[in-house]
T-cell receptor, first 116, second 114 residues
């Protein structure tokens, strides 16, 4: 079975400080990993993905994530947080389902609060 | 602009009534998905469709039904058999199920059943 864990329900950070939102995964075979962001009462927006290649992936809005195979992690990072980054963040891993479709399994989400 | 439209944004129903949530996309995507979001539980897959006239159950299909008569449309019916229907429902699409392109999401429908 494939799974994603986001161990922190909420992360608090001061504006201008670096932020990290943690994600670990469990999947058979090579993982395909994604980060999405959700603002209140909206759908999810894609931030970045890791498929293969460089372990450091850069995405939208200055976010980046580092794939670590030995630690089975894909933590989301940003060097300098903005108040507007406050939102709900989801990590997801691509999972095989009955060889008929490749579904995403989502973590439970982490709420990021950036304070001025 | 291409995208996914979900309607209505808010929906209220009495217990025992069936209700249908609309999802329309103009992205020419083959694959469409329905997710349910509950606080602290992330997204759970209800149904998905890889192509017109075909769909498969996800992890929590009981009490739900779908149809895929047109490529652009993937409506979800929440039936009276769904024990806890109050939730935020998200529709998504992707080019095909086999590629690694990201999912595109609609803005969701918040269903409240009393």
């Amino acid at each position: 079975a494939q799974s994603v864990a986001q161990p922190e329900d909420q992360v608090n950070v001061a504006e201008g400080n670096p932020l990290t939102v943690k994600c670990t995964y469990s999947v058979s075979g090579n993982p395909y990993l994604f980060w999405y962001v959700q603002y209140p009462n909206r759908g999810l927006q894609f931030l970045l993905k890791y498929i293969t290649g460089d372990n450091l992936v850069k995405g939208s809005y200055g976010f980046e994530a580092e794939f670590n195979k030995s630690q089975t992690s894909f933590h989301l990072k940003k060097p300098s947080a903005l108040v507007s980054d406050s939102a709900l963040y989801f990590c997801a891993v691509r999972a095989l389902r009955n060889n008929a479709g490749n579904m995403l399994t989502f973590g439970g989400g982490t709420r990021l609060m950036v304070k001025p | 602009d291409g995208g996914i439209t979900q309607s209505p944004k808010y929906l209220f129903r009495k217990e025992g009534q069936n209700v249908t949530l609309s999802c329309e996309q103009n992205l020419n995507h083959d694959a469409m998905y329905w997710y349910r979001q509950d606080p602290g539980q992330g997204l759970r897959l209800i149904y998905y469709s890889q192509i017109v006239n075909d769909f498969q159950k996800g992890d929590i299909a009981e009490g739900y039904s779908v149809s895929r008569e047109k490529k652009e449309s993937f409506p979800l019916t929440v039936t009276s058999a769904q024990k806890n229907p109050t939730a935020f429902y998200l529709c998504a699409s992707r080019g095909t199920t086999g590629d690694n392109s990201p999912l595109h999401f609609g803005n969701g429908t918040r269903l409240t059943v009393t």
